[in-house]
T-cell receptor
């Protein structure tokens, strides 16, 4: 039972570099989310998707892009890394049904130097 | 809009103490309510949930009752352990909303 899998677990980027955070889920959930969590803070929603081909902005989308070509995968792209993007990133998914909880991945700790 | 207000942290308790973490919400109608726990270096895990008024969610000795009249979902445990040290998040999901609304989290430290 893999659930939500994120890769990599850790990454150090230099300012201006690009990278893709991978997220895949095997529960056939149609809703998927990307959050960031800064030290001592709560979760902030970056982007979400309600199904393949459909994405929408969350609270803090600037500097990020997403795509959803399949139900299983929801990668997050950082085009020009900045120190302000140093954070822990969590992917989550849930079923489109009232009262259902979200399942979270283990997180990617990203440091931009 | 929907919102969740959690008790300010951090909270530090001795082992076997009683725990209460307050959570109140603002939402129309009857949202579903959740408590998530985040252990150090890990993602969030569902601890318990309640989907209608007066429901009690429970898991691992933790309990929370959905109180519509006070719009609250306070987390309680009768006797905490060192292994309960974590960050606890209250969250709600309102009807057809596409995303959960999270509180700011409460850091709990239990000392031996």
């Amino acid at each position: 039972n893999a659930g939500v899998t994120q890769t990599p677990k850790f990454r150090i980027l230099k300012i201006g570099q690009s990278m893709t955070l991978q997220c895949t889920q095997d529960m056939n959930h149609n809703y998927m989310y990307w959050y960031r969590q800064d030290p001592g803070m709560g979760l902030k929603l970056i982007y979400y998707s309600v199904g393949a081909g459909i994405t929408d902005k969350g609270e803090v989308p600037n500097g990020y892009n997403v795509s959803r070509s399949t139900t299983e995968d929801f990668p997050l792209r950082l085009e020009l890394a900045a120190p302000s993007q140093t954070s822990v990133y969590f992917c989550a998914s849930r079923l489109d049904r009232e009262g259902t909880e979200a399942f979270f991945g283990q997180g990617t700790r990203l440091t931009v130097v | 809009g929907n919102s969740v207000t959690q008790m300010e942290g951090p909270v530090t308790l001795s082992e076997e103490a009683f725990l209460t973490i307050n959570c109140t919400y603002t939402a129309t109608g009857y949202p579903s309510l959740f408590w998530y726990v985040q252990y150090p270096g890990e993602g969030l895990q569902l601890l318990l949930k309640a989907t209608k008024a007066d429901d009690k969610g429970s898991n691992k000795g933790f309990e929370a009752t959905y109180r519509k009249e006070t719009t609250s979902f306070h987390l309680e445990k009768g006797s905490v352990q060192v292994s309960d040290s974590a960050v606890y998040f209250c969250a709600l999901l309102r009807g057809s909303a596409r995303q959960l609304t999270f509180g700011s989290g409460t850091q709990l430290t239990v000392l031996p």
